[in-house]
């Protein structure tokens, strides 16, 4: 495993599955009903872990390979849950070219946190993300929702200081 990076033992509850088993119910029988049932999931657990995928597939009769498929592809599905500092990199094109793949680069060295994952001690979470609507601010990093505008490299270990 990649230094940084944590597999987080999944934590479901009984309550949660039970949700999710009325969730499933609820759409049988009806076609397409794959992604609300993921985007459902995803409300009751915060992100899709394997575990919650196979559970999916179990129930609905849909390949693992089918719902996998679907999670991983689709940006607004979460497979890794969130640190206790979630942190996204704006890469739509107005941040871009503006520079903020070098301001995801410098989040990732400065926290040892690889893109798409979980610091080992869960306090903090990178994703890259496209347009949050703040084009205007480019490039832009949200920490749990609240926006860093107009950053340069240099401005990050300054952000990130904030959440030791």
Partial sequence: ???????????????????????????????GATMPILQEAQGIYGYLPIEVQKHIAEKTGKPLAEIYGIASFYSQFKLNPDGQYAISVC??????????????????????????????????????????GACGLA??????????????????????AKYQ
């Fill in 1 to 31: 495993m990649k230094k940084g990076l944590t597999k987080v033992a999944f934590k479901g509850t009984a309550e949660q599955e039970a949700q999710l088993d009325a969730v499933i119910a609820k759409y049988e029988g009806v076609d």
């Fill in 91 to 132: 890469l739509g094109t107005a941040c871009y070219v503006k520079g903020s793949g070098e301001i995801i680069e410098e989040v990732s060295k400065c926290l040892n946190v690889p893109v798409g994952s979980i610091s080992t001690d869960g306090k903090y979470s990178l994703d890259a993300t496209r347009c949050v």
């Fill in 139 to 160: 490039p832009v990093m949200t920490v749990n929702g609240e926006v860093y505008g107009r950053l340069t490299k240099k401005d990050v270990p300054d952000v990130l």
